[in-house]
């Protein structure tokens, strides 16, 4: 029997998360979702629970969201890791790329897309 993927979502919104968190868990019945507000917790998660997919907000509180990406990188090279923020420009984009993400995702259509770039 394979053990089910991980989700770790990292949110620093207490409002997003508990939102995210019913969506994703009503969503993703396959798999085992995590959640963590900030930095230390996402990256303390990860050691214990090495996800497969990861969903990280670039603006936390604790850490700069970039830093806390290239570490998840760094220890989770298998990991499919999507980037979500409310601001999206080229310069920005090009900054989450570089970081290690897979994808970026802008907060207003997390909905639309994130279901179908996870099939």
Not at 1 to 21: G, H, K, N, W
Request: overall charge neutral.
């Amino acid at each position: 029997m394979c053990a089910a993927p991980v989700f770790l979502l990292v949110e620093p919104s207490s409002f997003v998360r508990s939102i995210m968190r019913e969506w994703l868990e009503n969503a993703l019945t396959d798999f085992r979702i995590l959640i963590a507000e900030n930095g230390d917790d996402a990256l303390r998660l990860a050691a214990q629970e090495p996800p497969t997919h990861i969903l990280i907000e670039t603006s936390l509180p604790d850490a700069s969201g970039f830093t806390v990406l290239q570490q998840l990188r760094q220890s989770l090279p298998a990991a499919r890791i999507i980037a979500t923020h409310w601001y999206e420009s080229r310069p920005f984009l090009k900054r989450v790329r570089s970081a290690g993400a897979d994808g970026f995702i802008p907060k207003h259509r997390l909905h639309a897309e994130l279901l179908p770039l996870l099939k």
